[in-house]
Structure formats: C-alpha cells, structure tokens
Nanobody, 124 residues
C-alpha cells in the first residue's frame, strides 16, 4: 500500500503560479503511474495530468495544456505539478493519485490510491 502526502496549494491571483508536490511512501517500488485530479464545488472530479513512473510519459487535459507541467523525481518518490498562468476556473481541490497498473488514466475511479487533497484558489 502507498501513502500520498500533498503540499503546495494556496491562494494566488489570476496569471500567477503554484507548484504542487506529492510525496509517496510505503510500497512505492511497483508504482506504475501517478497523476493529478481536481474537483470544484458541485462538480465531478476531473483528470488534470498524469505521468508514467518508469518512462516519464506525460498526459494532460486539454484545459491545462501549455500551462501546467507534470514531473517526477524518482529518487525522492515525488510527483510535481507546476501550474502557470492560473485562471479562476482552475480553482478546485487538487488530489494526487497513484496506481500499480496500466490502463486509462482519465477516469478518477480507475485510480485506487489518493492523497488528502490540497486547495487551490485563483482570484480574479
């Protein structure tokens, strides 16, 4: 079993930047991929980005392409989400996920392990 601890959320003005981090501990050697989802009030949890652990292949939602960058530090067992040019519509709770198998990364219910979430608020 893997445990995920997130950090880096906060309040930022539109156009600003934040960097989220998610540190994995426990059973980490078999992690296949890690990713980020977000959930705004009254909305379903939606895919933001993912990265395969071995090859570092990246995936992005269309809404964040060109603005967000996902990366991982294999030695630190940590995944990052660099968020630039933030918009008010990016406001949400951001959750880090991990999985031990391949498949579709775009559905939140296909990810078995989650962090506690971190609030990102973008003011206009």
């Amino acid at each position: 079993q893997v445990q995920l601890v997130e950090s880096g959320g906060g309040l930022v003005q539109a156009g600003g930047s934040l960097r989220l981090a998610c540190a994995a501990s426990g059973v980490t050697f078999s992690i296949y991929a890690m990713g980020w989802f977000r959930q705004a009030p009254g909305k379903e949890r939606e895919f933001v980005s993912a990265i395969s652990w071995s090859a570092g292949t990246t995936y992005y939602a269309d809404s964040v392409k060109g603005r967000f960058t996902i990366s991982r530090d294999k030695a630190k067992k940590t995944v990052y989400l660099q968020m630039n040019s933030l918009k008010p519509e990016d406001t949400a709770v951001y959750y880090c996920g991990a999985r031990y198998y391949s498949g579709s990364y775009y559905s939140h219910n296909q990810w078995p392990y989650w962090g506690q979430g971190t609030q990102v608020t973008v003011s206009s």
